[in-house]
């Protein structure tokens, strides 16, 4: 993995306390517990309020990296490194490309350390880099030809109505979404979305953005998004009614 390597040479302001190979051996020693499924639906948080003392250990490792500890380093890339990589992984597919966005965003956020006003917690402000390192790897890769959406969508009879109909879920599938293979499912079905339009969804239902925000971070307008984000919608309930209809397929 070549990004931090290429970090590393760029003289920054503050010199990194784990060498580029350390780095990569301790992202690789908490990757191995990583599931490539969502581990939530917005894994930025756990999603209950920092308790005293969280916020205690969260000063203290915080202190400790802005002193420039090495060990401090390595016990962030230890307990992040799998949440982010689940985060990268979302939006760029490819394993080694994710692991390279991951690895630039914790040079990155090292190298910010000194900009972090501590407004948020430390791993909500680390899930935002990882997001912007990964939406940078896709904008610097070439483009191949992309998968029309049409194809996904709905199709309709003259009179306004679907050729095949939406039939209701069944039952208890809205809470059974936390189950794992229903996680797993999700995923696979996003996956097979043009990345256009992936990458809207992703931003927006599973990453919260606002539309203005995600029209941002992308170059497109807001109008661009709220287009896109309704046929990415439209699309994933066709992938997803066939496994959820009420009675089967």
């Not at 005293?52 to 802005?66: F, G, K, V």
């Not at 002193?67 to 979302?90: H, I, K």
């Not at 991951?102 to 402000?125: K, P």
């Not at 890769?141 to 049409?150: D, V």
């Amino acid at each position: 993995m070549a990004g931090v390597d290429a970090l590393a040479t760029l003289a920054p302001a503050r010199a990194l306390p784990l060498p580029a190979d350390r780095l990569r051996a301790a992202m690789h020693c908490a990757g191995r517990t990583l599931l490539l499924a969502f581990p939530a639906m917005n894994p930025s948080d756990s999603g209950a309020p920092p308790s005293s003392a969280d916020e205690i250990e969260e000063a203290r490792l915080l202190a400790a990296l802005r002193a420039g500890e090495e060990a401090a380093f390595e016990e962030l890339v230890r307990r992040q490194t799998p949440r982010l990589l689940a985060v990268a992984r979302r939006f760029l597919r490819n394993a080694e490309d994710a692991g390279d966005a991951v690895q630039e965003a914790f040079v990155s956020a090292f190298r910010s350390l000194d900009r972090f006003a501590g407004s948020s917690r430390l791993s909500t402000w680390l899930h935002r880099i990882v997001v912007n390192a990964a939406l940078m790897k896709l904008r610097a890769r070439r483009r191949a030809p992309e998968q029309s959406i049409e194809e996904l969508l709905p199709r309709f009879l003259e009179d306004g109505h679907q050729v095949h109909p939406s039939r209701p879920w069944a039952a208890g599938l809205e809470e059974a979404v936390h189950q794992a293979q229903i996680r797993d499912l999700v995923l696979r079905s996003i996956e097979q979305l043009p990345e256009s339009y992936r990458v809207v969804l992703l931003l927006r239902d599973i990453e919260e953005l606002g539309s203005e925000e995600t029209a941002r971070l992308l170059g497109i307008t807001p109008n661009a998004v709220k287009i896109r984000l309704h046929r990415a919608r439209q699309a994933l309930r066709g992938l997803l009614d066939p496994h959820f209809r009420r009675g089967g397929a």
